[in-house]
């Protein structure tokens, strides 16, 4: 039950996307997996006050700090689930995506990720605020949105014997 009903809070998450990723390419001529993921990141950590914590994952053969891709991650009901433009995912299946469909090499969670301001991936904190704002508009207040994807893995309630 609770893989379909992620399934839908992710529908939900990348329709309202849909709006940012307009104003991503217009402002910065990239999307959320070709330069704007940390946009998108730093627009999260804003949406939720905090609550969600900066990621990075980055290819093996780089041995850097800086990642090649940028997400959030967040604690739901005792597990740890990564955020980024495609949604929430568990860790291992995220890295595997990643592996095998953006950059097809063994890749790594970086521990604490640094962004480089020489990076290909850009840091705009104006921009990131507007989309957080339409995060806002698109999916409401962070913790009515954390309250939604929580009751998604909350046990079902078995009827009362009579």
């Not at 940012?20 to 998108?40: E, K, Q, T």
């Not at 994807?149 to 909350?154: A, G, I, L, T």
Request: proline share 7%; hydrophobic share 35%; charged share 25%.
């Amino acid at each position: 039950m609770a893989n379909h009903n992620i399934a839908a809070v992710n529908r939900q998450f990348r329709k309202a996307l849909y709006e940012p990723v307009i104003s991503l390419y217009h402002y910065n001529g990239c999307g959320f997996f070709d330069g704007g993921c940390l946009l998108l990141a730093d627009a999260l950590v804003q949406w939720s006050d905090g609550d969600l914590n900066l990621g990075a994952i980055d290819r093996v053969s780089n041995k850097s700090e800086s990642g090649d891709h940028w997400f959030v991650s967040m604690n739901v009901a005792g597990r740890t689930f990564l955020l980024d433009a495609n949604g929430l995912k568990l860790p291992a299946p995220y890295r595997r995506y990643f592996e095998k469909e953006e950059v097809r090499e063994p890749c790594v969670f970086l521990e604490n990720p640094q962004h480089k301001p020489d990076s290909e991936v850009p840091r705009d904190a104006a921009f990131s605020k507007i989309l957080c704002n339409q995060l806002i508009t698109a999916l409401g207040t962070y913790p009515h949105w954390k309250a939604e994807v929580q009751r998604v893995f909350e046990p079902e309630e078995s009827p009362s014997p009579r």
